[in-house]
């Protein structure tokens, strides 16, 4: 299992964290054309190496920080603290957990 | 007359599906009696430095393009490039389920195509790919699970494939080593039931399509790694992206020119993208899967549990053969991870409490290539001759016998088939997803 | 074949006779015996038969990887008979064989194997299609191993987390060293053997061998710091250490998981003998000679009586000596460094008779031992990402490169003599000790609140050590004769050549074409003859050909102690045992238990309408907001506006995620200028929070909010119907009047005596309600006092499933039943809420465009034209005489208000009309006619019941 440095609480097993994922900035709502809110939205760019991404230390002290990953290697490079504007927001959050139904929502 | 046209003109089918050995019990006793070999399954052919269509990929996906771009348009100058070995990705990791109970329409008539392709794809390709016939069944462990499973069973009927909500009792009847008292932790309300799903052995696939294509002269090469695509016109600089055209490929063997290539990778569809400057929705998940020591069969039905995240059949062998969802977090890497393995058994033993002692032989991990209405993209891109076939999460295997006919006919006549429509990459500029969420997440 | 006398180093307790039954019959072995052992010092031969041609077997290598050594042990199917400890009143029996393991009739496979060639399927049963479903049954009869018996009851499994230092995977000589240099060094150790004592293969070795081992082992036991695991295995090692060790030897559970996140890993798992390939190398009697020295030296078992040995190393002149001794006579030693050869082996079914050598003479034997080389155990560093590398001269693969925190030793590092071994040992052990004293320092550095390290952090220690040697040894794999070379899955090099020359000419898809390496083994005998079969196929050397990836786990780990036990609790109320003693039945939904009704839920809906009814509904999420900012938090999370809500407000919100789709709603008040408490969706609870601190932290950390979930630091009771006022005021000192408590309200106070209670009016039932939130502690004692209080109101209490129906009468949509994952705002007919004149909240961009689509599906309230027909849930709706779908009913009860049906359904835009007839195709196939009504309220619909 996969050690995930958080900033606050040192490094810790990854099922301690949520991954929120990529990093990205927030568009201004009002400005925003439909295909640069969707970029926003949907597109990622998945690359094979260093990812600046966000995680979520649910377990731990619930702070939401970014590190960056190399995803060829699950290597983290660095993990700068929270705080500071880090255009984190997970636009694709439902908050059924990814890994079952959005249409199976228990009550 | 854009360049694929101009191929496309050219075209002609060639007539000579050289007679290759079939496949027959006859063969095996004569071969046997003889102590005679069989001739290659595909053969080996010198790279040429031009084809009429490439295509990047050598799984179920880029193998069955290229058979029906052979066979049903006579399209044949055709390269498969795979950088390992044939069927080395998700065709040869997957847990080789198929079914056509999707949730929303669209996917039920293109998933439906799917299974009828591999319903006959045993005499149409000579070679038995041991499609079982076994049934599927999607445990619901809640009220609101069941809810959803009746939806898609009454989408299904409508669709007339064969699909409906049973309850505990015939749950147990199909599948006697499940536990459906009520005193689990999950205790099992119903079950979507789904006769004509079932499973295929994967591998056969690959070979078969390989063999098909191989006979109509397509060529496939193995070791064959693509490091970039060679693209004009486009608003990069370099002449990729938008509005570009496709002109090629560039290989760990040379240069490849082509005017239409194609893009059949899972887990590396990103990256294959980014070469012809196409930006996708997806992102990159490693899914493991697991597999038993032999026991006797006993489970006969191919068993899901989406709230569980697990999917489980037994092979022929007498192996269970076991899938999780993917792994939360994106990554390339495919060393597997224990938790997931661990949560797996768990939730296969909540679902049958009685087969603790049987021990787990083998792990590993395919990468998924995630969308985010769990459907994939399929067909042109903003790249003229650059088409994809990605972005097939956890279901690729499903899909790959309808997505290569599909792609073909797309490259044949330029035209995405009505079919595929659904799964067009502008969809998400659009905001007009599919809502097979349902449907697909965990639904093995 | 018979026990011997007693010999020197035999484990083997034969003052401790055990018996048990082997197929049936009674046999006695004694404590300390193998399975395998004892059956075979019974004078029994053949302990298997192969799995597609049915051939017998005997043993092979006599340890835990024989292929031949699968056993039914009572409900325990596939026990490794060469490696399960005897136990008295075991019932032990031989797997996949009918009706008998001398006499067994799917044997007749062998007669026709010649066209069984491997991937045989492949090419038949094609046609007719539809006769492929029967010859699939046949061909699962065939399935091998042993039998799961389904009564078996659920096993009692634990897991252990371990945080050592050093891990030293083997407890042979070098990794009995290594723990001991480590531990000297200061390091917590843990130190795991496979095998059921540690000294590896000085067990079955000479005097001086089992000395050393003896030594060493007393003194791992008497070190403070070293953690022995017999018969145990180190499984798999992924990503940063994380070890996994399956223990087979826990005195309780029947087999447990250890996760172990080691500082450093060391490898010493020995060597693998490999079999060699010639005919008849798999009749009972030819066996490798690491097999007869076990069965010698450590059971005194005698594996034949007439011996030809065919040695290519020292452990194969070692055999002869042990042989000798034992008084087998040696009839020929075939040494492999002369040029000498074995070319098959014949005999009848149930044991090898001759053999014959390459020099075309032959020799009458009953046992035939091979000494031919070994394999390198490279998985665990398979999954540390080394790719291994084919050494010629040495005959094996070695570790090209590892990452520091793992280091090999032993025989899969190299050769040499003990003392090299035992020194090269040491010097790993304490290599890994400081290697893992710097992870260690550098994990609390990372760690802020962590003490401070002592000192500077050292680089990671060169590897300091002076390397094994590799001796010499020739390539032996394939006689000039075929044999099996995957002897658990019948996969012989005739086959592989088969396969290759068919074009599955690399080593991945020779495995997946004939299954080679596939079998319980995993390859670690056959992985490296399958490689070099290829490669003579190929015309090419092994190194060119390359090995396959090994997969974890090393040795299986039953699904059990994978498993272990579920830690998934449920959650509950306070009132919980009430409902429990007084009759209600339970329902899961999501992670709580809740009432769904205490017998007539239809009865409990009448009494709420007419009465006063009371229900549980601590499960809804709530979470309490404390700061400046709150307001501006709401109006950021919901959809429509927050900053003017007053103190002792109560308000309505939709919360969206940032495509539009509806994703939580619940109403929020304001309790005091700078406290709100919001509720969610009992599911939602968890991730609204997160939500929520994720536009705090990342949007606007500038903001002054403190979120602290409540949502079972209080016990939440709906008190609803038109009686409730008067209930409610006999226990409150809260003013009730209408006038100055009014819908949509909130006062703190005390109830039934208890202080810090909050009372919100609202109303999802549809009737004047009053939900209490009362500090946990008391929610049993209110509810109780409620319920007393209330006896001559005619109170009773009521379950979700009224409450649904209730909702359902009042046409409110529930997120995630009546919404799915792909519904936009704009489709639930709320769209006044959706405020596009503020600065920003989450999915406002998507709403702004969503306003404007006219083909959105829109959520509206259906009654079917007969009364009596309560539609599924589910139930689809289609265009008239078409399979068109049209949208679905979402929500349906008969209501015990109305008495008729009633529904929600999302319907496509051009038939979500007020009036619009729609076809509802029931579950049973039957096509219905409904019609859209014009509010979603069927009941009420102007809301006079909930405002009086």
Same mark, same amino acid.
């Given at each position: 299992?996969?050690?995930?440095?958080?900033?606050?609480?040192?490094?810790?097993?990854?099922?301690?964290?949520?991954?929120?994922?990529?990093?990205?900035?927030?568009?201004?709502?009002?400005?925003?054309?439909?295909?640069?809110?969707?970029?926003?939205?949907?597109?990622?760019?998945?690359?094979?190496?260093?990812?600046?991404?966000?995680?979520?230390?649910?377990?731990?002290?619930?702070?939401?920080?970014?590190?960056?990953?190399?995803?060829?290697?699950?290597?983290?490079?660095?993990?700068?603290?929270?705080?500071?504007?880090?255009?984190?927001?997970?636009?694709?959050?439902?908050?059924?957990?990814?890994?079952?139904?959005?249409?199976?929502?228990?009550? | 007359?854009?360049?694929?046209?101009?191929?496309?003109?050219?075209?002609?089918?060639?007539?000579?599906?050289?007679?290759?050995?079939?496949?027959?019990?006859?063969?095996?006793?004569?071969?046997?009696?003889?102590?005679?070999?069989?001739?290659?399954?595909?053969?080996?052919? +010198?790279?040429?430095?031009?084809?009429?269509?490439?295509?990047?990929?050598?799984?179920?996906?880029?193998?069955?393009?290229?058979?029906?771009?052979?066979?049903?348009?006579?399209?044949?100058?055709?390269?498969?490039?795979?950088?390992?070995?044939?069927?080395?990705?998700?065709?040869?990791?997957?847990?080789?389920?198929?079914?056509?109970?999707?949730?929303?329409?669209?996917?039920?008539?293109?998933?439906?195509?799917?299974?009828?392709?591999?319903?006959?794809?045993?005499?149409?390709?000579?070679?038995?790919?041991?499609?079982? +016939?076994?049934?599927?069944?999607?445990?619901?462990?809640?009220?609101?699970?069941?809810?959803?499973?009746?939806?898609?069973?009454?989408?299904?009927?409508?669709?007339?494939?064969?699909?409906?909500?049973?309850?505990?009792?015939?749950?147990?009847?199909?599948?006697?080593?499940?536990?459906?008292?009520?005193?689990?932790?999950?205790?099992?309300?119903?079950?979507?039931?789904?006769?004509?799903?079932?499973?295929?052995?994967?591998?056969?696939?690959?070979?078969?399509?390989?063999?098909?294509?191989?006979?109509?002269?397509?060529?496939?090469?193995?070791?064959?790694?693509?490091?970039?695509?060679?693209?004009?016109?486009?608003?990069?600089?370099?002449?990729?992206?938008?509005?570009?055209?496709?002109?090629?490929?560039?290989?760990?063997?040379?240069?490849?020119?082509?005017?239409?290539?194609?893009?059949?990778?899972?887990?590396?569809?990103?990256?294959?993208?980014?070469?012809?400057?196409?930006?996708?929705?997806?992102?990159?998940?490693?899914?493991?899967?697991?597999?038993?020591?032999?026991?006797?069969?006993?489970?006969?039905?191919?068993?899901?549990?989406?709230?569980?995240?697990?999917?489980?059949?037994?092979?022929?062998?007498?192996?269970?053969?076991?899938?999780?969802?993917?792994?939360?977090?994106?990554?390339?890497?495919?060393?597997?991870?224990?938790?997931?393995?661990?949560?797996?058994?768990?939730?296969?033993?909540?679902?049958?409490?009685?087969?603790?002692?049987?021990?787990?032989?083998?792990?590993?991990?395919?990468?998924?290539?995630?969308?985010?209405?769990?459907?994939?993209?399929?067909?042109?891109?903003?790249?003229?001759?650059?088409?994809?076939?990605?972005?097939?999460?956890?279901?690729?295997?499903?899909?790959?016998?309808?997505?290569?006919?599909?792609?073909?006919?797309?490259?044949?006549?330029?035209?995405?088939?009505?079919?595929?429509?659904?799964?067009?990459?502008?969809?998400?500029?659009?905001?007009?997803?599919?809502?097979?969420?349902?449907?697909?997440?965990?639904?093995? | 074949?018979?026990?011997?006398?007693?010999?020197?180093?035999?484990?083997?307790?034969?003052?401790?006779?055990?018996?048990?039954?082997?197929?049936?019959?009674?046999?006695?072995?004694?404590?300390?015996?193998?399975?395998?052992?004892?059956?075979?010092?019974?004078?029994?031969?053949?302990?298997?038969?192969?799995?597609?041609?049915?051939?017998?077997?005997?043993?092979?290598?006599?340890?835990?990887?024989?292929?031949?050594?699968?056993?039914?042990?009572?409900?325990?199917?596939?026990?490794?008979?060469?490696?399960?400890?005897?136990?008295?009143?075991?019932?032990?029996?031989?797997?996949?064989?009918?009706?008998?393991?001398?006499?067994?009739?799917?044997?007749?496979?062998?007669?026709?194997?010649?066209?069984?060639?491997?991937?045989?399927?492949?090419?038949?049963?094609?046609?007719?299609?539809?006769?492929?479903?029967?010859?699939?049954?046949?061909?699962?009869?065939?399935?091998?191993?042993?039998?799961?018996?389904?009564?078996?009851?659920?096993?009692?499994?634990?897991?252990?987390?371990?945080?050592?230092?050093?891990?030293? %995977?083997?407890?042979?000589?070098?990794?009995?060293?290594?723990?001991?240099?480590?531990?000297?060094?200061?390091?917590?150790?843990?130190?795991?053997?496979?095998?059921?004592?540690?000294?590896?293969?000085?067990?079955?070795?000479?005097?001086?061998?089992?000395?050393?081992?003896?030594?060493?082992?007393?003194?791992?036991?008497?070190?403070?710091?070293?953690?022995?695991?017999?018969?145990?295995?180190?499984?798999?090692?992924?990503?940063?250490?994380?070890?996994?060790?399956?223990?087979?030897?826990?005195?309780?559970?029947?087999?447990?998981?250890?996760?172990?996140?080691?500082?450093?890993?060391?490898v010493a798992p020995g060597l693998i003998e490999r079999p060699y390939v010639f005919s008849g190398n798999d009749?009972?009697?030819?066996?490798?000679?690491?097999?007869?020295?076990?069965?010698?030296?450590?059971?005194?078992?005698?594996?034949?009586?007439?011996?030809?040995?065919?040695?290519?190393?020292?452990?194969?002149?070692?055999?002869?000596?042990?042989?000798?001794?034992?008084?087998?006579?040696?009839?020929?030693?075939?040494?492999?460094?002369?040029?000498?050869?074995?070319?098959?082996?014949?005999?009848?079914?149930?044991?090898?008779?001759?053999?014959?050598? %390459?020099?075309?003479?032959?020799?009458?034997?009953?046992?035939?031992?091979?000494?031919?080389?070994?394999?390198?155990?490279?998985?665990?560093?398979?999954?540390?990402?080394?790719?291994?590398?084919?050494?010629?001269?040495?005959?094996?693969?070695?570790?090209?490169?590892?990452?520091?925190?793992?280091?090999? @030793?032993?025989?899969?590092?190299?050769?040499?003599?003990?003392?090299?071994?035992?020194?090269?040992?040491?010097?790993?052990?304490?290599?890994?000790?400081?290697?893992?004293?710097?992870?260690?320092?550098?994990?609390?550095?990372?760690?802020?609140?962590?003490?401070?390290?002592?000192?500077?952090?050292?680089?990671?220690?060169?590897?300091?050590?002076?390397?094994?040697?590799?001796?010499?040894?020739?390539?032996?794999?394939?006689?000039?004769?075929?044999?099996?070379?995957?002897?658990?899955?019948?996969?012989?090099?005739?086959?592989?050549?088969?396969?290759?020359?068919?074009?599955?000419?690399?080593?991945?898809?020779?495995?997946?074409?004939?299954?080679?390496?596939?079998?319980?083994?995993?390859?670690?005998?056959?992985?490296?003859?399958?490689?070099?079969?290829?490669?003579?196929?190929?015309?090419?050397?092994?190194? !060119?050909?390359?090995?396959?990836?090994?997969?974890p786990p090393y040795a299986p780990i039953t699904l059990g102690a994978l498993g272990g036990r579920i830690f998934?609790?449920?959650?509950?109320?306070?009132?919980?045992?009430?409902?429990?003693?007084?009759?209600?039945?339970?329902?899961?939904?999501?992670?709580? =238990?809740?009432?769904?009704?205490?017998?007539?839920?239809?009865?409990?809906?009448?009494?709420?309408?007419?009465?006063? $009814?009371?229900?549980?509904?601590?499960?809804?999420?709530?979470?309490?907001?404390?700061?400046?900012?709150? %307001?501006?938090?709401?109006?950021?999370?919901?959809?429509?506006?927050?900053?003017?809500?007053?103190?002792?407000?109560?308000?309505?919100?939709?919360?969206?995620?940032?495509?539009?789709?509806?994703?939580?709603?619940?109403?929020?008040?304001?309790?005091?200028?700078?406290?709100?408490?919001?509720?969610?969706?009992?599911?939602?609870?968890?991730?609204?929070?997160?939500?929520?601190?994720?536009?705090?932290?990342? !949007?606007?950390?500038?903001?002054?909010?403190?979120?602290?979930?409540?949502?079972?630091?209080?016990?939440?009771?709906?008190?609803? $119907?038109?009686?409730?006022?008067?209930?409610?005021?006999?226990?409150?000192?809260?003013? #009730?009047?209408?006038?100055?408590?009014?819908?949509?309200? =909130?006062?703190? $106070?005390?109830?039934?005596?208890?202080?810090?209670?909050?009372?919100?009016?609202?109303?999802?039932?549809?009737?004047?309600?009053?939900?209490?939130?009362?500090?946990?502690?008391?929610?049993?004692?209110?509810?109780?006092?409620?319920?007393?209080?209330?006896?001559?109101?005619?109170?009773?209490?009521?379950?979700?499933?009224?409450?649904?129906?209730?909702? #359902?009468?009042?046409?409110?949509?529930?997120?995630?039943?009546? @919404?799915?994952?792909?519904?936009?705002?704009?489709? =639930?007919?709320?769209?006044?809420?959706?405020?596009l004149d503020k600065d920003d909240f989450a999915g406002m961009a998507e709403l702004g465009w969503a306003l404007?689509?006219?083909? #959105?599906?829109?959520?509206? %309230?259906?009654?079917?034209?007969?009364?009596?027909?309560?539609?599924?849930?589910?139930?689809?709706?289609?265009?008239?005489?078409?399979?068109?779908?049209?949208?679905?009913?979402?929500?349906?009860?008969?209501?015990?208000?109305?008495?008729?049906?009633?529904?929600?359904?999302?319907?496509?835009?051009?038939?979500?009309?007020?009036?619009?007839?729609?076809?509802?195709?029931?579950?049973?196939?039957?096509?219905?006619?409904?019609?859209?009504? !014009?509010?979603?309220?069927?009941?009420?619909?102007?809301?006079?019941?909930?405002?009086?």
């Open positions: 299992m996969m050690l995930v440095p958080c900033p606050n609480c040192g490094p810790r097993n990854s099922s301690d964290l949520r991954y929120v994922g990529e990093s990205h900035q927030r568009p201004n709502p009002k400005e925003a054309s439909p295909r640069q809110w969707r970029g926003y939205l949907y597109w990622r760019d998945n690359p094979a190496g260093p990812l600046k991404e966000t995680w979520y230390c649910r377990n731990g002290c619930r702070k939401y920080f970014t590190a960056i990953r190399n995803t060829a290697t699950n290597e983290f490079e660095n993990h700068p603290l929270p705080g500071t504007k880090s255009g984190a927001v997970d636009p694709s959050f439902h908050y059924v957990s990814e890994s079952t139904s959005q249409l199976e929502r228990p009550e | 007359m854009t360049a694929a046209r101009q191929f496309l003109s050219r075209a002609k089918f060639k007539g000579d599906p050289s007679k290759p050995a079939r496949y027959s019990a006859a063969g095996l006793v004569s071969k046997g009696a003889r102590s005679q070999n069989w001739p290659r399954v595909w053969r080996e052919a +010198e790279l040429k430095k031009s084809y009429d269509v490439v295509i990047i990929g050598g799984g179920v996906h880029g193998l069955a393009c290229a058979y029906y771009l052979a066979t049903n348009h006579g399209i044949t100058n055709v390269a498969v490039l795979d950088k390992a070995y044939l069927g080395s990705g998700g065709s040869g990791r997957n847990t080789a389920i198929v079914r056509s109970n999707y949730l929303t329409p669209e996917g039920v008539a293109f998933y439906d195509r799917s299974l009828s392709l591999y319903k006959t794809m045993a005499t149409d390709l000579n070679l038995n790919v041991m499609f079982s +016939e076994r049934g599927h069944m999607t445990l619901a462990h809640t009220d609101s699970a069941l809810r959803t499973m009746r939806w898609r069973a009454e989408v299904n009927k409508l669709q007339n494939i064969d699909s409906s909500v049973i309850d505990p009792d015939e749950v147990k009847k199909l599948a006697p080593s499940l536990d459906v008292s009520p005193d689990t932790r999950y205790p099992i309300q119903g079950a979507l039931y789904h006769p004509p799903g079932g499973t295929v052995r994967h591998d056969a696939v690959v070979w078969g399509y390989a063999r098909g294509a191989d006979h109509r002269g397509v060529e496939m090469h193995q070791q064959t790694e693509v490091y970039d695509i060679l693209c004009e016109g486009g608003e990069a600089t370099d002449g990729k992206g938008r509005g570009g055209r496709v002109t090629g490929v560039r290989t760990s063997r040379g240069d490849i020119s082509a005017p239409i290539v194609v893009n059949c990778t899972a887990g590396w569809a990103t990256l294959i993208s980014d070469m012809a400057g196409v930006k996708l929705p997806i992102t990159t998940h490693p899914l493991q899967a697991a597999v038993t020591e032999p026991v006797k069969v006993f489970l006969p039905t191919v068993v899901v549990s989406g709230s569980l995240h697990v999917y489980v059949s037994q092979t022929d062998r007498g192996e269970l053969v076991f899938g999780a969802s993917v792994d939360p977090f994106a990554t390339y890497s495919m060393k597997g991870s224990l938790e997931f393995t661990e949560e797996l058994a768990g939730h296969v033993l909540e679902l049958m409490p009685n087969i603790g002692r049987m021990r787990l032989l083998r792990q590993w991990a395919g990468l998924c290539d995630m969308t985010p209405d769990y459907s994939p993209v399929m067909g042109f891109t903003p790249v003229e001759g650059f088409l994809c076939a990605v972005g097939w999460g956890t279901y690729g295997f499903k899909a790959g016998p309808v997505s290569g006919e599909q792609m073909a006919e797309a490259i044949a006549t330029q035209r995405t088939p009505k079919l595929i429509e659904p799964f067009k990459l502008e969809r998400f500029e659009q905001g007009t997803l599919v809502g097979e969420t349902g449907a697909a997440a965990v639904g093995h | 074949m018979t026990r011997l006398l007693a010999q020197p180093g035999e484990v083997i307790d034969r003052t401790m006779p055990l018996s048990f039954t082997w197929n049936g019959k009674a046999i006695d072995g004694f404590a300390g015996d193998t399975i395998a052992s004892a059956i075979m010092a019974a004078g029994e031969r053949i302990v298997a038969r192969s799995m597609k041609y049915h051939r017998p077997r005997g043993l092979l290598t006599a340890d835990y990887w024989d292929p031949n050594g699968f056993v039914q042990v009572g409900d325990d199917p596939n026990v490794r008979s060469a490696h399960r400890l005897l136990e008295a009143g075991m019932d032990v029996s031989a797997q996949n064989v009918w009706p008998s393991l001398e006499f067994d009739v799917k044997a007749a496979n062998g007669l026709v194997g010649r066209f069984l060639t491997a991937g045989f399927y492949y090419k038949t049963f094609m046609k007719p299609a539809r006769l492929w479903p029967a010859y699939e049954k046949v061909l699962a009869q065939f399935a091998p191993g042993g039998k799961v018996d389904l009564s078996t009851p659920p096993l009692y499994h634990d897991k252990r987390y371990a945080h050592p230092d050093v891990v030293v %995977a083997g407890g042979g000589p070098a990794g009995m060293a290594a723990a001991l240099a480590a531990a000297e060094n200061g390091s917590r150790v843990m130190l795991v053997e496979h095998g059921h004592r540690l000294g590896g293969s000085l067990l079955w070795g000479s005097e001086t061998d089992r000395v050393t081992a003896t030594k060493l082992a007393q003194e791992c036991a008497e070190a403070a710091n070293i953690e022995i695991l017999l018969d145990s295995t180190v499984t798999g090692r992924f990503e940063d250490n994380w070890v996994a060790i399956v223990q087979r030897s826990h005195p309780v559970a029947v087999e447990r998981l250890i996760k172990a996140r080691a500082k450093s890993l060391v009749k009972p009697g030819v066996m490798l000679s690491g097999a007869a020295r076990r069965l010698i030296n450590m059971y005194a078992v005698r594996p034949g009586q007439r011996a030809v040995v065919f040695t290519a190393n020292d452990e194969g002149d070692q055999t002869v000596q042990d042989l000798e001794r034992v008084g087998i006579e040696i009839v020929r030693v075939v040494d492999a460094r002369r040029g000498e050869n074995i070319v098959a082996a014949s005999g009848g079914a149930k044991s090898v008779e001759s053999v014959e050598l %390459a020099d075309g003479t032959s020799y009458e034997a009953d046992l035939l031992i091979t000494a031919v080389g070994w394999t390198a155990p490279t998985s665990l560093l398979n999954l540390a990402g080394d790719r291994p590398a084919y050494d010629s001269d040495a005959a094996r693969f070695f570790s090209s490169q590892l990452p520091d925190s793992i280091l090999v @030793t032993g025989g899969i590092a190299g050769d040499g003599s003990l003392d090299q071994l035992v020194e090269h040992g040491r010097a790993t052990g304490l290599l890994a000790a400081r290697r893992g004293d710097v992870v260690a320092r550098t994990l609390q550095s990372l760690t802020p609140r962590a003490r401070p390290v002592d000192g500077e952090i050292v680089e990671t220690p060169a590897d300091d050590r002076d390397p094994l040697g590799r001796d010499p040894h020739p390539e032996l794999h394939r006689s000039s004769t075929h044999g099996m070379v995957d002897y658990s899955e019948d996969v012989s090099s005739k086959d592989l050549f088969a396969a290759a020359q068919e074009g599955y000419d690399s080593v991945e898809l020779i495995k997946r074409f004939t299954t080679a390496t596939m079998g319980p083994a995993q390859g670690k005998l056959e992985t490296v003859n399958t490689v070099a079969v290829l490669a003579e196929a190929r015309g090419e050397t092994i190194a !060119e050909v390359g090995t396959t990836v090994w997969r998934e609790p449920v959650r509950v109320s306070s009132i919980q045992p009430w409902h429990e003693a007084n009759g209600a039945t339970p329902i899961l939904a999501g992670q709580w =238990v809740r009432p769904e009704h205490y017998g007539d839920p239809a009865a409990e809906v009448r009494n709420v309408r007419s009465n006063v $009814g009371i229900i549980d509904v601590t499960a809804l999420g709530k979470l309490d907001l404390r700061g400046p900012d709150v %307001a501006k938090l709401l109006s950021l999370l919901y959809t429509n506006k927050w900053m003017k809500l007053p103190v002792g407000g109560v308000r309505y919100g939709v919360m969206c995620a940032e495509d539009g789709v509806v994703m939580d709603d619940g109403v929020t008040a304001r309790l005091a200028e700078n406290h709100y408490m919001m509720t969610t969706t009992s599911s939602g609870a968890a991730g609204v929070w997160e939500w929520a601190e994720n536009w705090l932290q990342t !949007e606007h950390p500038e903001w002054q909010i403190h979120i602290t979930p409540v949502t079972t630091a209080y016990t939440s009771i709906n008190v609803a $119907g038109p009686k409730s006022r008067e209930l409610v005021g006999r226990l409150t000192d809260i003013d #009730l009047d209408p006038d100055t408590f009014g819908y949509m309200q =909130v006062r703190e $106070g005390s109830v039934a005596g208890i202080d810090g209670c909050f009372m919100w009016r609202i109303g999802f039932t549809g009737e004047l309600s009053y939900e209490l939130h009362i500090p946990a502690g008391h929610g049993l004692w209110v509810w109780e006092q409620l319920l007393s209080e209330g006896d001559d109101l005619g109170i009773r209490p009521f379950g979700l499933e009224a409450q649904r129906i209730m909702r #359902l009468e009042k046409g409110h949509f529930i997120v995630g039943q009546d @919404t799915d994952g792909l519904t936009l705002m704009p489709s =639930v007919g709320l769209n006044p809420l959706i405020k404007e689509r006219t083909d #959105l599906p829109q959520v509206v %309230a259906i009654q079917t034209t007969d009364p009596s027909i309560v539609p599924e849930e589910a139930s689809q709706i289609v265009r008239a005489g078409t399979n068109e779908i049209l949208g679905r009913i979402t929500s349906s009860r008969m209501s015990p208000t109305l008495n008729r049906s009633i529904c929600l359904g999302q319907v496509a835009p051009e038939a979500a009309g007020a009036g619009s007839s729609l076809t509802v195709v029931l579950t049973t196939g039957e096509r219905v006619q409904a019609k859209v009504m !014009e509010h979603h309220a069927h009941f009420d619909p102007q809301g006079e019941r909930l405002r009086v």
